[in-house]
């Protein structure tokens, strides 16, 4: 069995409604990955440069970003070449498995969150404004909730305006307190104040919000260290996980975003959101691989529960699927 | 990263060029392939830049560019002309309806900014052209979002209508229009709830409230760092409801901004307004010109002349030449020149619009943190006129006096005095070259 034809079985094994959601999500301008490839298999019979050239702009259509589109191609040239493909509809098993490859490199099971067993867990969310954070960390403290964690929500971001309002709406729809002050006080204090009520009311998981802010604002990003910092200095070994929150419409820039957050707060992991629409995030691909940051989980949805774990395999059967038909022209 | 601008790219593919005497057609085809890549990295949409080429090349293998003695500028010339012309010319007007008030639908994706720009254009609504705007809070989805709108309305001193969250928008902006009649607003402003463009009820309930209130103006809010999508959200949102202008947000950021070009390319409709910061009067007018160098990473000069014309006296900048030209610049000169700067802006959006910034070494990755200034200017304003005549005589007691009176450590007044004096040196090499050269050095700003 192809490489393909296992992946095509792997999804369709999947019992619940995650995958449903996520193929939902992935694919509301439908068309399967294997239409997309098998239109341009049909288009070309050989594999030869314009083949190439097409699967080049399928990718770069997806924000995958221009080096790695090319490193991505020039691979797969070799590798046509090595096992002698002439025909290509034997090239898409191929296609498959370097994306994988190129995101995966050494290690596997990307996606798990450093949860800490009977023990306070704190996770920062980061990004730029607009992103979804908050929304993210309502649906977060839902998904925690669900398995049966104690949970708290720290209203971090004390700056834009209705922002704390907004996180409290999220903790009253998933039952979970939230630690707050007044609008403008210094968010490193809403973090002091949320971890010692985390702690003396033993709370599994406290997840922190932040202001929006792009990364270029150097005094915004000092002011993240700053709270990150006083996060370390409370919990020792926190935060467990730093996520940045990436809109999956945004193109070239988030590459920047993931570089200058990570190098303020230490990134483990990107909550890639908003892939319920058209647009598909390819950068993270890049990201990966140049930044070594792996996507966690996916936003597909505004409803408490549109949050799923991350799954290589079928974001990038999604990264095919719905793109513009006539890439020709 | 291989974010360099297009000059820079073109500028290694005349190297290879240079010396054969004459501009092939291949030539001009390389040259191409680095507008291509330039203005992919800036996420203009692929099909947007395949016609685009396809334009520029016509006109470069049209002799236009394979004649020039400076092939590579004259492409550059020739991709900043189309790119300008492509994105329209300057068109900051809003609609005013024959009988007020004015309605104005602010439409887009989740987390564009609608709600933050709404409160942006009643306010340069008000200030700039007198006028008395009424907020309409229609977003009923978002937890929180009325409130937010409430808040910037506080802020700005603006009255927010609302019915809450349990009403429809239909309704919401019908009712809001009749209050904006009985209250004499002029301009209704009304804030939608962010959006997919595939969301076929959502944009159902928008085609609705457009029914029913007849809008002046449709704007479609984008976030300035969107990639490839943009084309298929512009599109859409446009299709649907015929957008009648686009205001790009977050251009504050270190993006390119390629998605204007894309945008501008599908719906047609001008590019009104940027967004450039959070606060309520970061909204400026579209300067096509000036978003093609953006794009093509080419800095943009002529937003820091303007800036620099606005706000540095032209008298003080000649008189201060002269000094520096001597080096007879004193502290005093420096602070004066510092606070002109300031004046124009925060400097690390300066630095941005000058041209090659992004090359030189140690420029493109250094951040000016305004607040260092600040503490540059309480160094010196805490010292003595006679020390800020006459550096030379700041010994070890002074500079802990001067630490002291500006509340900052003895280090940074250090640094502060070596710094002054590395500047006064470079300023007499400079003089020396400008005698020896042919130019007649322009004024320079010593810190950059």
Redesign the interface.
Known sequence: MGFFDKLKEKLTKQTDTVTEKFKDGLTKTRQSFAGKVNDLVARYRKVDEDFFEELEEILIQADVGFDTVLELVDELKMEVKKRKIQDSSEVKEVIMEKLVDIYEGESDDLSQLNVQENDLTVILFVGVNGVGKTTTIGKLAYKFKQEGKKVMLAAGDTFRAGAIEQLEVWGDRAGVEVIKQSEGSDPAAVMFDALQAARSRNVDVLLCDTAGRLQNKVNLMKELEKVKRVIEREVPGAPHEVLLVLDATTGQNAMIQAKQFKEATDVTGIVLTKLDGTAKGGIVIAIRKELNIPVKFVGLGEKMDDLQEFNLEQYVYGLFAGLNEEAEG | ???EGLADRLQSTMQKIRGKGKVTESDVKEMMREVR?AL????V???VV?SFIKKVSERAVGQEVMKSLTPGQQVIKVVKEELTELMGGEQSKIAVASKPPTVIMMVG?????KTTTTGKLANLLRKKYNRKPLLVAADI????????????GK?IDMPVFSLGDKVSPVEIATKAIEQAKADHHDYVLIDTAGR???DENLMDELKSVKENVKPDEIFLVV?A??????V??ADSFNEQLGITGVVLT?L?????G??ALSIRAVTNQPIKFIGLG?KMDALETFHPERMASRILGMGDVLTLIEKAQANVDEEKARELEKKMRTSSITLDDFLEQLSQVKNMGPL?ELLKMMPGANKMKGLNNL?????QIAHVEAIIKSMTKKEKEDPDIINASRRRRIAKGSGRPVQEVNRLLKQFEEMKKMMKQMTNMQKKGKKKGGFKLPFM
Not at chain 2, 40 to 43: M, S, V
Not at chain 2, 109 to 113: K, P, R, S
Not at chain 2, 141 to 152: C, H, K
Not at chain 2, 367 to 371: A, L, N, S, T, V
């Open positions: 990263m291989a974010f890549l992919l990295y800036a996420d949409n692929l099909k395949k994706l989740q987390g564009a900014g989805y978002r937890p929180a979002a009325i409130n937010q709108l409430q808040t910037l802020q997919l463009h595939i976030d760092m969107t990639g490839q999508d943009a298929n959200v977050k504050d950021g270190d993006t390119r390629g998605a959070e690390d951040q000016i943190d305004d607040k």
